[in-house]
């Protein structure tokens, strides 16, 4: 059982950045974060395999957030920049030891921490 631990939801004016944070209990081979707007189907933001660093990102957030681990620390990170306030939701970190499947497929994740608040004010 690998628990995670997100970490870094603040309230923030748009055109700011925060960075996410989210610490492992053990290794898993496919990390991921999503989000969930108040009304919205949760989604997936961006992931990143642990052993080879390739990262996927949901088009709305391409060249704003930047998806990224430490290894030593089995921690994963969110930097995001250029915050809007469509950025608001509920930030998940997910985790998964199964290998082949696609990124944005929730179901495929074995672990979920239990998420931070993001709030974007305009």
């Known amino acids: 059982q690998v628990q995670l631990v997100e970490s870094g939801g603040a309230s923030v004016q748009a055109g700011g950045s925060l960075k996410l944070s989210c610490t492992a209990s053990?290794?898993?081979?496919?990390m991921a974060w999503f989000r969930q707007a108040p009304g919205k189907e949760r989604e997936g933001v961006a992931a990143i395999y642990r052993s080879s660093d390739i990262t996927y990102y949901v088009e709305s957030v391409q060249g704003r957030f930047t998806i990224s681990q430490d290894n030593a620390v089995n921690t994963l990170y969110l930097q995001m920049n250029s915050l809007t306030p469509e950025d608001t939701a509920m930030y998940y970190c997910a985790a998964t030891v199964q290998y082949g499947i696609h990124w944005r497929r929730q179901d495929q994740y074995n672990y979920w921490g239990q998420g931070t608040q993001v709030t974007v004010s305009s």
């Open positions: 053990g290794y898993t081979y496919l």
